[in-house]
């Protein structure tokens, strides 16, 4: 399956990613998780890209869609892919549309998971995420069950530099601005599946992997 996942930040992307991909068996591929680690690693890419990450700005749609085609482009997307973060913008959608007629290929839907910004600023606040593996966790609502530690690896768990609070407002304003249009492009292109984000996280798995049966 070629599927996206969709949704503002904090809406729960990465975790139901990391929740969906063993049922679905398709490679979970993150842009923000890319970009981190290339900064982590101080790499060409990563030093580019650090400023956008930084300040909560799109990094350019030129560049994100070429690293996106070079991952996509693997062995191991072959056989489908769960996109998270990518497209954010209606440039991009059009990107990856061309790129993914020029291979003879298409997306089965878009999963689109629907949260009030209220809610997304407090998610984001107490978010934090594993240093090492990138597990997502909630000081509150998902803790770890050894504090600051991250359950499947052990290493640190931290707060990201772009989950300070003037960051956050920003990336949610960038989300209205430029990613929300999206949910019109895709429901025009009638692959749209909406899902209330609000929901205990097992839950709302349950619920897109049925939905996603239902539609095949
Ligand atoms: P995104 O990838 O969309 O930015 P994350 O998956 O990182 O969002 O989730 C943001 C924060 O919200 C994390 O702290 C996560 O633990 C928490 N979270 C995710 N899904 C839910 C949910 N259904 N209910 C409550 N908290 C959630
Ligand atoms: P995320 O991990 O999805 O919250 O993304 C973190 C940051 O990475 C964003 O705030 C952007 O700076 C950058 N980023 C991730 N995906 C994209 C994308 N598709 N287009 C532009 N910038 C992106």
């Given at each position: 399956?070629?599927?996206?996942?969709?949704?503002?930040?904090?809406?729960?992307?990465?975790?139901?990613?990391?929740?969906?991909?063993?049922?679905?068996?398709?490679?979970?591929i993150?842009?923000?998780?890319?970009?981190?680690?290339?900064?982590?690693?101080e790499?060409?890419?990563?030093?580019?890209v650090?400023?956008?990450?930084?300040?909560?700005?799109?990094?350019?749609?030129?560049?994100?869609?070429?690293?996106?085609?070079?991952?996509?482009?693997?062995?191991?997307?072959?056989?489908?892919?769960?996109?998270?973060?990518?497209?954010?913008?209606?440039?991009q959608?059009?990107?990856?549309?061309?790129?993914?007629?020029?291979?003879?290929?298409?997306?089965?839907?878009?999963?689109?998971i629907?949260?009030d910004?209220?809610?997304?600023?407090k998610?984001?606040?107490?978010?934090?995420?594993?240093?090492?593996?990138?597990?997502?966790?909630?000081?509150?609502?998902?803790?770890?069950?050894?504090?600051?530690?991250?359950?499947?690896?052990?290493?640190?768990?931290?707060?990201?530099?772009?989950?300070?609070?003037?960051?956050?407002?920003?990336?949610?304003?960038?989300?209205?601005?430029?990613?929300?249009?999206?949910?019109?492009?895709?429901?025009?292109?009638?692959?749209?599946?909406?899902?209330?984000g609000?929901?205990?996280?097992?839950?709302?798995?349950?619920?897109?992997?049925?939905?996603?049966?239902?539609?095949?």
């Amino acid at each position: 399956m070629r599927l996206i996942l969709l949704g503002p930040p904090g809406a729960g992307k990465g975790t139901q990613a990391a929740n969906l991909i063993d049922s679905l068996n398709i490679p979970h591929i993150s842009t923000g998780d890319i970009f981190r680690a290339n900064i982590k690693n101080e790499t060409e890419l990563g030093k580019e890209v650090k400023s956008y990450l930084n300040e909560g700005k799109l990094v350019p749609d030129e560049l994100t869609t070429r690293v996106v085609w070079d991952r996509l482009d693997q062995e191991d997307c072959k056989c489908g892919f769960l996109l998270d973060g990518f497209p954010r913008t209606i440039p991009q959608a059009e990107a990856l549309k061309a790129g993914l007629i020029e291979r003879g290929l298409e997306l089965d839907k878009v999963v689109n998971i629907d949260v009030d910004t209220d809610i997304l600023v407090k998610r984001l606040a107490g978010r934090r995420v594993c240093k090492s593996c990138g597990a997502t966790y909630h000081v509150a609502g998902n803790p770890p069950k050894v504090d600051g530690k991250c359950d499947s690896c052990d290493s640190e768990v931290i707060q990201r530099d772009d989950d300070k609070e003037e960051t956050v407002l920003n990336r949610i304003k960038v989300y209205e601005n430029q990613t929300q249009p999206l949910i019109n492009y895709y429901t025009k292109e009638g692959l749209i599946l909406t899902f209330d984000g609000t929901k205990p996280i097992d839950e709302l798995s349950q619920e897109i992997l049925d939905a996603l049966n239902e539609s095949k």
